[in-house]
Every structure is written in structure tokens, then in C-alpha cells.
């Protein structure tokens, strides 16, 4: 059997999506190349439900350039930021932040679980925070925070900057910019579905009137978000060689998007996935229900490599936990380019597998 990826990520791409980064490089200064990144962007801002006077801009990059894009580009340094933290990627958030120099206090919660969105928004409010953190989707733990809607509404009422890495979130779980939200970090590999090196920060009007406003003392060129914005809106450009076939992957598996219904659709598709795979009945590392995640399901078994390896032998590709939940977790990612028939053979082997 042709092993195919059933990863958080990257994830498996469609012979569609491959084909179209397969063409001619183009020069990143030409009309074609304005129209790509045109297209692109639109398709961006939709998918993340960036509002009027913000932006969707790529960088070339990883989710971690993007994460790394909003806290040098967006958080002064000495700021205090307030970053809610469940697991590896809350972590590397936090030490993203403080690495800018921004001073981190985290409030944590354990493995499979998340934070109380009150308890959340009394916290940042009542410690004279400017800023807070979060990451959508846990994709060490496969926790989904479906509570970022009204704690983003909640804090930006109040005056406090919501950043959200929704990496292994944005697309197979609902995530709008308009919510409230400051600015949210995704990348082309994850639910997307197209190949790795395309970074997206996605930014509310705030941000961008923020952004105009001048770059942060001491940020990379490479990741300056007011760079990148200006040079988008004077020039429809990238400051920098852009990753130009990644884009042309990237604007493919928008199109894909787009024609399965769009966002709402593609969200629909994920939860579809997940009810399949969660039917296999394994214990998931979030205990509570509405925080299993629809794009990576984190199960706890006996042996986790056994299983992984047990599920590569029928061609399932999947990964263990990370850290100190390597031995005793089991991760499979819901995304990428499947039928709901491969998710029920999936399910169907982990049940056998697993016990
Ligand atoms: C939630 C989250 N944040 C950040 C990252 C880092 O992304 P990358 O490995 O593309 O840099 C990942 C990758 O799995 C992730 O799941």
C-alpha cells in the first residue's frame, strides 16, 4: 500500500494542487504575479473573515514565521502579554513572545483541556493587559478553544489585542478576524491542504492602523508585517522573493475551497471527518467533548508507537504525542486531500489497532 499522510500536518495534497505549483517560476515583479497574490489574498480574507481595513499577507515561511510575523511585528518590546497556554504550541507562543521581549505571564491549563473564557477575559482585563495570546487549536493535544469568538469580543471591548495562532485551526475550524480578533497566524500546509512554505497573518483594521503607523523597533525585514503591508498596498506586491510556486499551490487549493461551498462548507467537511474517526471509540486525550478537535484527534493508547506503526502497515501515515505524551498518545490528522471513506478505513484500523 501507498502510505499517504494522515499528519497535523503537512498533510496530504491533491495531484491538482501539486500540478499547479508545478509551473514556470514567475518573476514577483509582473502582472501575473500581482494577479496570483491578488487572488490569493481574497480567498484569504474570506476563509479567515478578515473585515474592511484589514489584511491577509504572505510571507514566505512556516506557521512559526507567522507566529513569529505578529509578535515581533505587532508587540512593542517591555509590552506585558497575557498568553493562555494548554500545551507544546501555547509554549512556543510564549517563548515567541518573550524572546521579542515582550514580559509573558501565562495562565495554564492541563493537557486535553482548555481555559474558561470568563475566567480568560477577567484575567487580562483585571491585570491591566494590552495583550493577550492563544492558540486556536492545540495540535499537541488536539484541543479546539471554540471559546475564541467571545473572548476576542469580550477583550477587544476592553481595549486588549487578541493574538491567535490558528495554524492547525484556520479552515477546518471556524476562525474569523472580524470576531474581535487583533491578529490570527496560519500557513498553507495544515487545512488549507496545499503543499508547506507559505506563512499567512491575517489582520484586523486595528493592527493595520497600527502597522501604518510605523514598524516595531528591532523587527526582522524578513517577518515586518508593516513592510509587507505597505508593500501590498502601494504595489500589490511582496517586499521579498515570495515562495512564487507555493502561491500558485496555495491560490489552487483556495480554488478548491472555494468550489467545495467555501469556508463554512470546508468546516462542515472537517467536522464530518472527525465524527468518523472519534466513532472509533478510543479515549481522546480531551476528556470533555466540544474540545476534541476537528482537524488533529489526539487519542490516548498503550503504546503509541506500536500503533503508529500498526497504522503505517495499512498505509496511515499518523504521528505520536509530543513531549511527555510521546509514549501514550496517538495523533491523526483530519486534514488534507481524503474521501470520508478513508477517514472510516482509518477509524476502522485504529479500532483494531488500539485496544
Ligand atoms: C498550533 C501550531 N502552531 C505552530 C506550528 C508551527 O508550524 P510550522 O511547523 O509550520 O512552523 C504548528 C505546527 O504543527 C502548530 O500546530
Redesign the pocket.
Known amino acids: 500500500v501507498e502510505a499517504r499522510l494522515f499528519t497535523?500536518?503537512?498533510v496530504q495534497v491533491s495531484p491538482r494542487v501539486l500540478a499547479a505549483a508545478s509551473k514556470p517560476v514567475a518573476s514577483h515583479r509582473s502582472a501575473g504575479f500581482r494577479r496570483l497574490l491578488a487572488e490569493t489574498i481574497a480567498h484569504l480574507r474570506l476563509l479567515l473573515g478578515v473585515g474592511r481595513g484589514g489584511e491577509a499577507l504572505v510571507l514566505a515561511?512556516?506557521?512559526?514565521?507567522?507566529?513569529d510575523a505578529l509578535a515581533w511585528s505587532l508587540v512593542p518590546p517591555g509590552e506585558r502579554v497575557l498568553v493562555f497556554s494548554w500545551g507544546e504550541?501555547g509554549s512556543?507562543?510564549a517563548r515567541s513572545l518573550r524572546l521579542r521581549g515582550a514580559r509573558v505571564d501565562l495562565v495554564e491549563a492541563p493537557p486535553g483541556e482548555a481555559v474558561d473564557v470568563d475566567a480568560a477575559a477577567r484575567a487580562a482585563v483585571s491585570g491591566g493587559y494590552r495583550y493577550a495570546a492563544l492558540?486556536?487549536?492545540?495540535?499537541?493535544t488536539g484541543v479546539a478553544f471554540r471559546g475564541v469568538r467571545e473572548l476576542a469580543s469580550a477583550l477587544a471591548g476592553e481595549g486588549v489585542r487578541l493574538l491567535v495562532?490558528?495554524?492547525?485551526?484556520a479552515g477546518g475550524e471556524e476562525l474569523r478576524v472580524d470576531w474581535g480578533v487583533y491578529a490570527a497566524?496560519t500557513?498553507s500546509?495544515?487545512a488549507i491542504a496545499s503543499i508547506?512554505g507559505v506563512?499567512v497573518a491575517a489582520v484586523s483594521g486595528w493592527a493595520v492602523e497600527e502597522l501604518e503607523a510605523g514598524a516595531q523597533p528591532g523587527t526582522p525585514p524578513s517577518i515586518d508585517l508593516a513592510r509587507h503591508l505597505g508593500f501590498l498596498r502601494e504595489r500589490g506586491e511582496t517586499p521579498f522573493t515570495p515562495p512564487v510556486n507555493a502561491l500558485y499551490a496555495l491560490r489552487e487549493a483556495l480554488r478548491v475551497i472555494s468550489e467545495a461551498g467555501g469556508p463554512e462548507a470546508w468546516a462542515r467537511l472537517h467536522a464530518r471527518r472527525a465524527e468518523i474517526v472519534y466513532s472509533s471509540g478510543l479515549p481522546t486525550l480531551p476528556r470533555r467533548g466540544e474540545l476534541r478537535s476537528h482537524t488533529?484527534a489526539a487519542f490516548r493508547v498503550g503504546d503509541a508507537e506500536a500503533v503508529k506503526a500498526a497504522l503505517e502497515g495499512e498505509g496511515f501515515i499518523v504521528a505520536t504525542g509530543m513531549g511527555a505524551l510521546k509514549r501514550r498518545v496517538v495523533r491523526v490528522g483530519l486534514m488534507g486531500h481524503h474521501s470520508l471513506s478513508d477517514f472510516q478505513a482509518l477509524a476502522d484500523a485504529l479500532a483494531r489497532h488500539a485496544r
Open positions: 497535523p500536518g503537512p515561511g512556516s506557521g512559526t514565521t507567522a507566529v504550541f512556543r507562543l492558540v486556536h487549536n492545540e495540535t499537541s495562532d490558528t495554524v492547525s485551526g497566524a500557513c500546509h495544515k508547506p506563512a488533529v
